[in-house]
C-alpha cells in the first residue's frame, strides 16, 4: 500500500538527525515520517570531521544535548559512562569539558537510535538512502521527490537539512580549478588529504575551523611538511576558557543601534565591569540574545556586521577546543605551521610544483611559496545561483525558493519556511540548519539547529497532515 503524504526530512547530517529526534518524539500517532540520507562521502558527520582524525567538538558539553527541553541530557548520557582513569578525566559538574567528535557522534546516532525504537511503531517511519535530485508541486500542495535512484517519495511538508557547501575556490584559482589534483577545494570530503605526500608543503587558503581540523588531518597521517595558512587578516579562532555568567547587557531590540555601536558597547563592558569576569564570559553574555540583535539589525546593519565585524565576531564567539588550540601552537612552535594575514595574488600550475604568491599584510610586497597542495578553508561557499546540486539548481529554477539578500542562503521566514521567487512562502517546504543564516545568523552550531528544529517541530506536531496553506510573506 502506498504511504500517505507525510514529513520527508532530506539530509541525515547534525541538523536532519536533531530534525528527526524532535519530529519522533513529538508528532501524533500515526504520523508519516521519512527520513533520507545523502551522499555517503562527506566526512563531517555532526561537528566538524567524523572519525577520520581524533578531535575534540569546540562547543563545551553542556551545550551539546540533542533534546531542546532537556539541556543536560548530553552531560548525564557522558556522566554515564565515564570511567576514572588516569588518562580519563571525569566530566565536571559544569559540562566544561570537550568531548570527542567520535563521542559525540555515538551519541547522536544513539539518541536518533532510540527515538526510532521508542516511537517508530506508532508513527509511520521509513528511511531512505539516496540523494534527492527533483522537487515538484503539485497542484494539490503536496510535494514529489526524485530519488537519484530513481524512486518518487510524496511529501506533504519536506524539511530540507542539507547543511553547509564546501568553500567557493577563489578567483586566483579559475585558470586551475578542481581540474588540477593539487587543488584540494573541498577540504570536509573523507578522502581529501590522502594524495598530500609526507614531506610536501602545504598552502592553506582560511585561518578557522576548517583550516584547523585539515592541518590536524595532515598531523595524523605523517605529514611533517611545512604549512602556511593565510587569510586577509590571519586570524586565527581564540582558545575557549572557563566562563562565569555575565549578566546581560544588551537588548534584543539594541541591533537596531548598528554593529559599530554594538561593538563599542562590547568592548566597554569588557575594559569595565567584564574585567573581573574576562571577555569570553561577555561575549557569552550576547548568546540569548544574538538572534534577537540579528533580526532587528535590518538588512544594513547585519550587511554592515558582515563587512566590518565578521571575522571578529568569528575568532571570538566560535571558539576553539583547548585541545586544538594547544595542538596548532605546538606545531607553530616547532615552526611547521606559519599563520599569516595576506591576500592571494595568483596560483600558476607548473609540472612539479604549484606557485602561489601572497602578498603580506602590513608587510607589503610579495611571497612566493612552491608547494605541493593547495587546501580550500575559506568560509562555506554560498551563491547558490551558481551551485551545481540537483536538487538546490531545481528548487530555485521552479522557483520554490530563492537565495536570501545577504547571499547567506536561502531565505526562509521566522518559520523556516522557503521564500519562492515571488516573496511569496512556499507552504510546506522548510529549510534547517547553515542554509538559514541570513534568517538565523548562528544557525551553523548544535544550540541554534537544536533550538530551530523543535520550533519547526512543535508546528508540525500541531497539523502533520493538513495541507500547507500559500501565505504571502
Ligand atoms: C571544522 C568544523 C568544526 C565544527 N565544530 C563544531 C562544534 O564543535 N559544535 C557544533 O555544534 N558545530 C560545529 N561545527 C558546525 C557543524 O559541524 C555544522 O554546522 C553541522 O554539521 C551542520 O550540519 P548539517 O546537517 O546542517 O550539515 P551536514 O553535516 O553537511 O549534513 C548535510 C547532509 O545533507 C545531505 N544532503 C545534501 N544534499 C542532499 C540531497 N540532495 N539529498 C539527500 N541528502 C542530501 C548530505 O549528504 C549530508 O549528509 C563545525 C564545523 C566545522 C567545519
Known sequence: MEKAPGIVVIGMGLTGSIAAIHLLRSLPDGASLTLIEGPEDIDRRHAGHGGRISVPVNIRAAHMSALEDDPAHFVRWLWARDVPSPQRRLVPPTGHTFVERSQFNDYIDEVLRVALAEHGSRLSVSRLGAPVTGITRLENGDYRLLTGAGDTVMARHVVLCLGSLPPALPPQLAGLGAADERIIADPWS??????????????????????????????????RGPIVAFSSRGLLPQEHDHVRPYPLFLDGGDGALGPLELLRRVRREVAGTGQRYGWRSVMDALVPVTDALWQSAGEAGRRQFLRHLRPYWDVHAHRLSPNIAGRLSVLQVQGRLRIVPGRLVSVTAEPERLRVVLSRRGIGGQWRLDVGHFIVCSS??????????????????????????????????????????????????????PTCRGQLWEVTSLPDIRAQAARLAGYLATSPDELPVLEQA
Open 190 to 223: 573523507a578522502s581529501a588529504y590522502e594524495k598530500v605526500g609526507a614531506e610536501e608543503a602545504v598552502v592553506i587558503y582560511g585561518t578557522g575551523h576548517t583550516m584547523a581540523d585539515a592541518v590536524l588531518a595532515l598531523d595524523a597521517q605523517g605529514h
Open 380 to 433: 562555506p561557499r554560498c551563491d547558490y545561483e551558481r551551485i551545481s546540486d540537483p536538487l538546490m539548481k531545481a528548487l530555485l529554477a521552479t522557483g520554490l525558493a530563492r537565495p536570501d539578500g545577504l547571499q547567506l542562503g536561502l531565505e526562509v521566514t521566522g518559520r523556516s519556511e522557503l521564500i519562492g521567487v515571488g516573496g511569496g512562502v512556499t507552504p510546506g517546504l522548510y529549510a534547517l540548519g
